[in-house]
């Protein structure tokens, strides 16, 4: 199937991104077939045809740290002691969640996220999936859902051993890289771990084997608070990335998520393994746990991309609040703009080929069509120089009209393409009712 879209502002992003003002783009099946000035991308016979007048035509965004389950937690009654620490967000909070999904529960739960997803111009999420009381199976279940939606996800459990079912996270993660194989589509995968302080050696262990035989990497949570540090030195001696280097759990294919309360000799194992920095601001604030030396990391070399760790889908207002924190926990309003940009157009590309060989993130010919367009008529010129500025104060507050994954419409005049958005809704209200009975036992 071909689509042109045309008359619109087309940004092509990448090393060096072009502004047309009236620019068109040609898709051939999965992939970007041409693109440039609209009066010059010539549309095939049998094509489908969109009209991008009064709007911006460019990649779609990427997450890469997400938690879809999440979507469960929203409007969720707090604990009646509120949690006056990360330790007790996780216990009061997320631990007795994700300790009561069901198989329906994960599957809608991830429906709802990609939905927003969908919605918000995101088309690759890596998501870090957590429910302790139901692991085998769990991932085809988000697999189900993303085929559905029809986003790309990179998938993996965060195996942990706080309940004695570590062994289980590890089998899981492994079943499912086996199921996978090379012809990955849509879906590709990962090991997952839930963080240093509630994995022992074996199951650090496993996993390794299980990254190192299906050569994918980990993706775990890094010192997102000091009782990480705090912990790992008081069992094994040694701080978090440390241990991790230890065990061989890093490198280029692995991702490190938050990374708050690492010291300078960690970020030097990070910059020396090569291993990859996701940052997840609007989350880090929300816990309480401090801002990360992005900024340092980046002077350092090391590939920080961004995530939003389940707070939404919203990547244009993660990378705005990225920019702010930055520069505000800096003391230096000269800082972190052109940081948290790199971070989301650039990185999030570059780790997503990376770990998945995937070529999204940018309008190339050959490129996978994985396109959004935007409505937003520039009220001041737009061009290369001052782009990040229209997105970080403009396009964040613009709707996405058109949304397209792997060449397919998925959302098209702000409405879904061929999925039940009010069905699904009404049964995830349902199932989160229940779910929530169960948690007040």
């Not at 996780?90 to 599957?107: P, Q």
């Not at 939404?312 to 972190?336: C, E, F, K, N, T």
């Amino acid at each position: 199937m071909a689509i042109l879209i045309k008359n619109g502002i087309l940004i092509t992003l990448g090393e060096r991104a072009q502004v047309l003002e009236n620019g068109a783009l040609l898709i051939e099946g999965e992939k970007i077939k041409e693109f440039g000035p609209t009066n010059k991308v010539r549309k095939p016979a049998g094509a489908e045809e969109i009209d991008a007048s009064g709007k911006v035509i460019m990649p779609g965004l990427i997450c890469a740290h997400h938690h879809l389950y999440s979507a469960f937690a929203r409007g969720m009654k707090p604990p009646r002691e509120p949690a006056k620490d990360f330790k007790e967000i996780l216990e009061k909070i997320w631990w007795r969640l994700d300790g009561e999904l069901t198989a329906e529960d994960i599957y809608y739960s991830s429906l709802v996220s990609l939905i927003e997803c969908v919605k918000k111009g995101t088309t690759t999420v890596f998501d870090h999936h957590e429910s302790q009381a139901y692991q085998l199976g769990s991932l085809d279940e988000i697999q189900r859902a993303t085929e559905e939606v029809g986003v790309r996800t990179c998938l993996c459990l965060g195996a942990s051993d706080r309940y004695g079912r570590g062994h289980q996270g590890v089998e899981e993660n492994k079943r499912f890289l086996k199921k996978l194989g090379k012809e990955r589509g849509l879906v590709s995968g990962m090991v997952g771990l839930h963080a240093s302080f509630t994995v022992g050696d074996e199951t650090l262990d496993r996993s390794v084997e299980v990254a190192q035989k299906y050569d994918c990497g980990i993706h775990l949570h890094i010192a997102e608070d000091r009782i990480d540090e705090d912990d790992s030195l008081r069992k094994y001696g040694l701080r978090v990335v440390e241990r991790l280097a230890k065990h061989s759990a890093l490198g280029e294919k692995s991702i490190a998520v938050h990374c708050v309360n690492i010291d300078e000799r960690e970020q030097d194992i990070l910059m020396e393994t090569g291993t990859n920095v996701v940052n997840n601001p609007e989350s880090n604030m929300n816990n309480a746990v401090g801002c990360a030396d992005v900024l340092g990391m980046i002077g350092k070399r090391i590939l920080v991309g961004l995530g939003t760790d389940g707070m939404s889908a919203d990547m244009l207002s993660q990378m705005r609040v990225a920019y702010m924190i930055y520069r505000h926990s800096a003391g230096d309003p000269r800082v972190g703009f052109s940081e948290a940009g790199e971070m989301l157009f650039k990185n999030n590309p570059e780790i997503t080929k990376r770990i998945t060989g995937w070529k999204v993130g940018r309008i190339e010919q050959g490129w996978l069509a994985d396109i959004i367009l935007i409505d937003y008529s520039p009220p001041t010129p737009l061009h290369p120089q001052n782009l990040l500025g229209h997105l970080a104060f403009g396009m964040v507050n613009s709707s996405v009209d058109t949304t397209i994954c792997n060449g397919k419409i998925l959302m098209r005049n702000k409405r879904l393409v061929g999925m039940d958005e009010e069905r699904i809704t009404q049964k995830s209200k349902e199932l989160s009712r229940k779910l929530w009975e169960r948690l007040s036992c």
